[in-house]
C-alpha cells in the first residue's frame, strides 16, 4: 500500500517559482512509477511531468525547461520545482503513484494524493 501527501502549493506572481512536494509512504517490496498531474477548473487532469522507477522522466511540452522533477535516494519524497510560472500553470496539482513492481493485492494499484493548489497571477 502506498499513501501520498502533497505540500508546497500557495500563490506566485508570473515569472515565480514554487517547489511542490509529494511525501510518500510506501510497503516494503512495493515499488512505483510517480507523476505529477493537474487540474484547472473545467479542464480535464493532465499529467504534467513523471520518473519511473528506473529514474526515466518525461514532461508535458508546456512545462518542459520550467519544471523539474525529482526524488530523494530512499524514494520517500518527490518534487516539483516549478521556475518561470505563467499563469496558465494554475491549477489543483496532484501526485500520483503506480505500481510498477509488487504483488497488487498488497500494494494496491495506483494512488492520488490530496492535491495543492497552485495559483499564478499576471
Not at 44 to 60: C, F, H, Q
Not at 92 to 109: E, H, N, P, Q
Request: include cysteine; charge should be positive; proline fraction near 2%.
Amino acid at each position: 500500500a502506498v499513501q501520498l501527501a502533497e505540500s508546497g502549493g500557495g500563490s506566485v506572481r508570473a515569472g515565480g517559482s514554487l517547489r511542490l512536494s509529494c511525501a510518500i509512504a510506501k510497503t516494503t517490496h512495493c515499488h512505483y512509477d510517480m507523476s505529477w498531474y493537474r487540474q484547472a477548473p473545467g479542464k480535464e487532469r493532465e499529467l504534467v511531468s513523471g520518473i519511473d522507477m528506473d529514474g526515466t522522466t518525461r514532461y508535458a511540452d508546456p512545462v518542459k525547461g520550467r519544471f523539474t522533477i525529482s526524488q530523494n535516494n530512499a524514494k520517500t519524497l518527490m518534487y516539483l520545482q516549478m521556475n518561470s510560472l505563467k499563469p496558465e500553470d494554475t491549477a489543483m496539482y496532484y501526485c500520483k503513484a503506480t505500481l510498477a513492481s509488487g504483488i497488487r493485492g498488497f500494494c494496491g494499484s495506483d494512488a492520488w494524493g490530496q492535491g495543492t493548489l497552485v495559483t499564478v497571477s499576471s
